[in-house]
């Protein structure tokens, strides 16, 4: 779809992220907020026969060109597509800074358990090759090296800062607009 299609269809909101119908159409209603949520945790927007993922469509049309790559969410929120929040990133950039998986049990990513050595381990992957950073008698000192590491190896796209939901609320993660503008 082009620019100028799309930008018949909707308006973005870049302060709020909100994209909004600009006419009336099939299961269209002129200014109603547009998409919904999808499976994934990502808002979507049916356009046709095809469904847009929200964050590319606000790209889009506050850039007016279509992202290269894919698009990161800075503070890790999939539903927040103020334009602050948004950077266009290879999918290795996009990788280092995915969240917890489901199986981890230390409550933080790149740290686990040790049952031979009975230590907490610290690993980091880099351009698709496992470092290990090392093993430490406590989780604490554990999950320090593993941020250092996250910050020598990632920079910007460190994803520490954000994630541990326990350790952060959603207002604070949300905040990063307010850091960046």
Same mark, same amino acid.
């Given at each position: 779809?082009?620019?100028?299609e799309l $930008? &018949?269809l909707?308006?973005y909101?870049p302060d =709020? +992220? @909100?994209?909004?119908?600009?006419?009336?159409?099939k +299961?269209?209603?002129?200014k109603k907020? !547009?998409? =919904? /949520?999808l499976? &994934?945790?990502?808002a979507g927007i049916?356009?046709g026969?095809?469904?847009?993922? &929200?964050?590319?469509?606000?790209?889009?049309?506050?850039?007016?060109?279509?992202? $290269? #790559?894919q698009?990161?969410?800075?503070?890790g929120i999939? =539903?927040d597509n103020?334009i602050c929040?948004?950077?266009?990133?290879?999918?290795?950039q996009?990788? $280092?800074? /995915?969240?917890?998986?489901?199986?981890?049990?230390?409550?933080? $990513?790149? @740290?686990c358990?040790?049952?031979q050595?009975?230590?907490? *381990? !610290?690993?980091i992957k @880099?351009?698709?090759?496992?470092?290990n950073?090392? *093993?430490f %008698?406590?989780?604490? #000192?554990?999950?320090?090296a593993?941020?250092a590491?996250?910050?020598?190896?990632?920079?910007?796209w460190?994803? =520490?800062?954000?994630?541990n939901?326990?350790?952060?609320n959603?207002q604070?993660?949300? !905040?990063?607009?307010? !850091? %960046?503008l």
């Amino acid at each position: 779809m082009n620019i100028n299609e799309l $930008k &018949s269809l909707l308006s973005y909101e870049p302060d =709020t +992220g @909100v994209i909004r119908w600009v006419a009336k159409g099939k +299961g269209r209603i002129k200014k109603k907020e !547009a998409g =919904t /949520l999808l499976h &994934s945790g990502y808002a979507g927007i049916c356009i046709g026969p095809k469904r847009w993922q &929200s964050h590319r469509i606000a790209w889009a049309l506050h850039y007016g060109e279509w992202p $290269k #790559d894919q698009i990161d969410h800075i503070n890790g929120i999939r =539903t927040d597509n103020r334009i602050c929040n948004l950077r266009e990133a290879s999918n290795n950039q996009n990788g $280092k800074n /995915l969240g917890l998986s489901k199986a981890n049990t230390s409550g933080f $990513k790149g @740290v686990c358990f040790d049952k031979q050595t009975g230590k907490w *381990r !610290a690993i980091i992957k @880099v351009n698709f090759k496992q470092i290990n950073i090392g *093993r430490f %008698v406590n989780l604490q #000192d554990a999950i320090d090296a593993r941020i250092a590491a996250e910050q020598q190896y990632f920079g910007e796209w460190n994803r =520490t800062r954000y994630e541990n939901s326990n350790q952060r609320n959603q207002q604070e993660r949300s !905040a990063i607009c307010s !850091a %960046v503008l």
